[in-house]
T-cell receptor
């Protein structure tokens, strides 16, 4: 099956620092999605990317869909305490009559030290 | 404004027992799916459905059954629970139109099999 390699696994940063995480794959994806999960909750969508090369921002978050369609990165600028959580990348492919389901990375655990 | 609703939130089963995890969405989404989340593994797709009457297997379907009799509901059945099925289960739904495939997740069901 398809696999996504997400890195880093965890990050310990100071409040106010910028954060960068990425996902790579040996497979091509049609869509890249970035999710955040807080403890005890389901993942919440942050950014969706649909075209190779696309760069999209959502407040302090910026994500890009790699030109090769095999990678994506997420940047968070000027981190704040509520950014703490686990961030997941997810890739989606289409075949035949519909989507084959999301393939998730294993997550980046962001910890912010005040 | 319910979105995706999962019940129950917590469940403890004995090995060999059966149960159904419920998932309902009120957004008229065609696509629904079930994932399990284990520590360090990210989310893995169990089963998915692209519409009422249509289901298909994901990455880890063994031990689980699904059906989709209505657009709104997508229950997940454990036929004979095993300790390896101890996990957090998430249901998700999304539209299938074009590239608009952002998945919305429920809050999860925490299942322990003893």
């Amino acid at each position: 099956g398809q696999q996504l390699n997400q890195s880093p696994q965890s990050m310990f940063i100071q409040e106010g620092e910028d954060v960068s995480m990425n996902c790579t794959s040996s497979s091509i994806f049609n869509t890249w999605l970035w999710y955040k999960q807080d403890p005890g909750e389901g993942p919440v969508l942050l950014i969706a990317l649909y075209k190779a090369g696309e760069l999209t921002s959502n407040g302090r978050l910026t994500a890009q869909f790699g030109i090769t369609r095999k990678d994506s990165f997420l940047n968070i600028s000027a981190s704040i305490p509520s950014d703490v959580g686990i961030y997941f990348c997810a890739g989606l492919t289409w075949s035949g009559g519909g989507a084959d389901g999301l393939t998730f990375g294993k997550g980046t655990h962001l910890i912010i030290q005040p | 404004n319910a979105g995706v609703t999962q019940t129950p939130k917590f469940q403890v089963l004995k090995t060999g027992q059966s149960m159904t995890l419920q998932c309902a969405q009120d957004m008229n989404h065609e696509y629904m799916s079930w994932y399990r989340q284990d520590p360090g593994m990210g989310l893995r797709l169990i089963h998915y459905s692209v519409g009422a009457g249509i289901t298909d297997q994901g990455e880890v379907p063994n031990g689980y059954n699904v059906s989709r009799s209505t657009t709104e509901d997508f229950p997940l059945r454990l036929l004979s629970a095993a300790p390896s099925q101890t996990s957090v289960y998430f249901c998700a739904s999304s539209y299938l139109t074009g590239g608009a495939t952002e998945a919305f997740f429920g809050q999860g069901t925490r299942l322990t099999v003893v």
